[in-house]
């Protein structure tokens, strides 16, 4: 009974060392780096509530386009948002071919920007808000493997616009890159 007791309570310990999971607007994960891009700081209705989703990937690695091809399956995002706010769709950049043997896929090798938008009703109440998204996509080289990560994101919201936009230069120059990549 006492070693019971002795592993309990060293169970009791490591458990207490190891940090907290706090949830993140990134995840690295097997291939990639996958991230939510809020370039600004406040949403609000009649806004221009930017957003993206940003794919690093490893080397020799690609995911999917809308229109994968022979094979693969574009990556996708379910929310969870505020009352009073919808997440548009992802919008594709243009892709590459991806040629194995005699199938052709179409998708994105090194990193891709899908940019989105939220509307954002004139009721919301205004304050800070959880976005919250499960997003899915197919990591592929010679074999493709299934991959998810829970993001979130906390950002303000407003029912009116505001006097001047507090706006991130990192997230801001990565959507910009994303929507600067959307076919013409």
């Not at 169970?11 to 207490?16: M, R, Y």
């Not at 009352?83 to 892709?95: I, S």
């Not at 199938?103 to 205004?126: C, Q």
């Not at 906390?154 to 616009?161: D, G, V």
Request: charged share 15%; aromatic share 10%.
């Amino acid at each position: 009974m006492r070693r019971l007791s002795l592993l309990f309570a060293f169970l009791v310990l490591v458990a207490a060392a190891l940090p907290a999971r706090a949830a993140s607007n990134s995840a690295d994960v097997e291939h990639l780096h996958v991230q939510l891009v809020f370039p600004q700081a406040l949403l609000y209705p009649a806004g221009p509530n930017h957003a993206a989703l940003y794919f690093k990937l490893e080397p020799g690695w690609h995911i999917y386009w809308q229109n994968a091809g022979d094979s693969g399956e574009p990556p996708s995002a379910r929310w969870t948002l505020p009352d009073g706010v919808a997440a548009n769709p992802l919008q594709f950049p243009a892709p590459t071919r991806l040629p194995l043997g005699p199938l052709m896929d179409f998708g994105y090798e090194n990193e891709v920007v899908f940019p989105f938008s939220f509307n954002v009703n004139p009721s919301v109440k205004p304050g800070p808000a959880t976005f919250a998204a499960k997003v899915r996509w197919l990591v592929c080289r010679a074999v493709c493997i299934p991959g998810n990560a829970d993001l979130e994101e906390h950002i303000q919201l407003s029912a009116k616009a505001p006097e001047a936009l507090t706006t991130s230069s990192v997230d801001q120059a990565l959507w910009q890159r994303g929507i600067d990549s959307l076919p013409k």
